[in-house]
């Protein structure tokens, strides 16, 4: 049998990004394989250490470790209040590869430059603390990060909140779409402020950009976590649980894919 190769999209979401680990658990625990990886922001951390070569109880344990302190740091540059800086560390102390060139699954980060607001695929050859950390450089949030190029890189959620294309162009033949945007936002209710309805506003256009890419995808996923916002690392077990419950329920769906793209060597 010559299996398609499967890949796999992680959208971004902030701490909403613990529950793209539920869904690996998932995937994991009912045989799915997984061939290659993208990965936006959250999803891009993710994403990498899955590519590394970390299996899904060692990702879940790695995720025990993350705090803001561990990713962020206040930053002394006026393009933007932290710096990544740390982020890097620990990648660089936690994965077991932190090149490209080692990965044991093909992985793409996407980021965003600033200037032109075209996408930028970071996969193949480099550092992947960088691409990571640039794909998660959240503008006005996060200083940007200057690739070898001179472009000053962002969160590729700027560009592209659901990586589907990324992961097609690595050779992708089946694409499963993890999303933990669309489902909302029911924490925030109604806003009240200006910049509460800025906020909402800038939500809502991200979730639909995000929506925009699903058709690549052959089977997309999304955790019902609207009442849990983008900060809440504290929610992570609860995040990993959603992530899991709902890739479970698309899982006879992925089986059924996954074998009818299987085909016999003539």
């Not at 790695?62 to 933007?80: D, E, L, M, T």
């Not at 077991?96 to 075209?118: M, N, Q, R, Y």
């Not at 700027?158 to 933990?180: F, S």
């Not at 899982?251 to 299987?262: E, Y």
Request: aromatic share 6%.
């Amino acid at each position: 049998m010559d299996r398609k190769k499967v890949g796999i999209a992680l959208s971004g979401g902030g701490a909403r990004g613990f529950a793209h680990i539920g869904v690996l658990k998932a995937l994991a625990a009912h045989d799915i394989p997984i061939d290659l990886v993208s990965g936006v922001s959250a999803g891009s951390f993710v994403g990498g250490a899955l590519a590394s070569g970390l299996n899904v109880d060692e990702i879940v344990e790695v995720s025990k470790k993350i705090s803001w302190f561990s990713v962020a740091g206040f930053s002394y540059s006026p393009r933007g209040l932290l710096s990544t800086a740390s982020m890097g560390t620990f990648i660089e102390k936690h994965f077991p590869a932190t090149k490209f060139e080692d990965l044991k699954i093909p992985f793409a980060a996407v980021a965003c430059d600033l200037e032109s607001g075209d996408e930028v695929v970071l996969r193949d050859t480099g550092d992947l603390a960088f691409a990571i950390r640039a794909s998660c450089a959240i503008p006005g949030v996060f200083v940007p990060l200057i690739d070898e190029q001179g472009r000053s890189l962002i969160d590729g959620g700027a560009a592209t909140p659901m990586p589907t294309k990324a992961v097609k162009k690595l050779g992708a033949d089946i694409v499963i779409a993890v999303d933990v945007l669309t489902c909302g936002s029911s924490f925030w209710g109604k806003p009240s402020t200006l910049i509460g309805t800025f906020f909402q506003s800038a939500m809502l256009m991200i979730r639909a950009a995000s929506k925009n890419q699903h058709y690549r995808a052959d089977v997309v996923i999304e955790p019902q976590i609207a009442h849990i916002r983008p900060d809440e690392i504290a929610k992570r077990d609860e995040l990993i649980e959603l992530g899991e419950k709902a890739a479970l329920e698309k899982i006879d769906i992925i089986r059924s894919i996954v074998a009818g793209h299987s085909t016999t060597e003539a």
